[in-house]
């Protein structure tokens, strides 16, 4: 496949999220990345997306009118705009457990004064290194 990444997510200090297939919808294994799904390199050989989540088929909450009532209900939806939700939740949980000091208390309670800020490219190391590579 011809990379494919566009402005902005082929950007150094962003975090560029592809689109993977979910399970349970016959599509395709969950390791594969999503056909609409942008993928690398970027232009300047960087890997690209960083990261993938569950972007296929999923179910988002949906509105509208019928016959003049409003209502509320689910639709099937996919993107990396459904993907990147799932990125952002797992970003700002790595954030807590380094302000709240869980990093080094080997799991039991965090230890407040062991608590920082962590750095925008600390959060992205982190989200990168510990994620799964896809199969296909």
Same mark, same amino acid.
């Given at each position: 496949?011809?990379?494919?990444?566009?402005? $902005?997510?082929?950007?150094?200090?962003?975090?560029?999220?592809?689109?993977?297939? &979910?399970? !349970?919808? &016959?599509?395709?294994?969950?390791?594969? *990345?999503?056909?609409?799904? /942008?993928?690398? $390199?970027?232009?300047?050989?960087?890997?690209?997306?960083?990261?993938?989540?569950?972007?296929?088929?999923?179910? /988002?909450?949906? !509105?509208? /009118?019928?016959? !003049?009532?409003?209502?509320?209900?689910?639709?099937?939806?996919?993107?990396?705009?459904?993907?990147? $939700?799932?990125?952002?939740?797992?970003?700002? *949980?790595?954030?807590?457990?380094?302000?709240?000091?869980?990093? &080094?208390?080997?799991?039991?309670?965090?230890?407040?004064?062991?608590?920082?800020? $962590?750095?925008?490219? *600390?959060?992205?190391?982190?989200?990168?290194?510990?994620?799964?590579?896809?199969? !296909?």
């Amino acid at each position: 496949d011809e990379p494919l990444i566009s402005s $902005p997510a082929q950007a150094k200090n962003v975090i560029g999220v592809g689109a993977s297939i &979910n399970y !349970g919808n &016959n599509e395709g294994d969950i390791n594969t *990345l999503a056909y609409f799904s /942008s993928r690398g $390199p970027s232009i300047d050989g960087r890997i690209k997306p960083d990261v993938v989540a569950a972007g296929y088929s999923l179910l /988002s909450s949906s !509105g509208g /009118s019928d016959y !003049g009532k409003e209502t509320c209900g689910f639709d099937s939806r996919q993107g990396t705009s459904m993907a990147t $939700p799932m990125v952002a939740a797992s970003a700002a *949980l790595v954030r807590q457990y380094f302000r709240e000091g869980w990093y &080094n208390s080997k799991g039991t309670a965090p230890i407040a004064e062991d608590g920082f800020l $962590p750095s925008a490219a *600390l959060l992205k190391a982190v989200l990168i290194n510990s994620a799964q590579g896809l199969q !296909g």
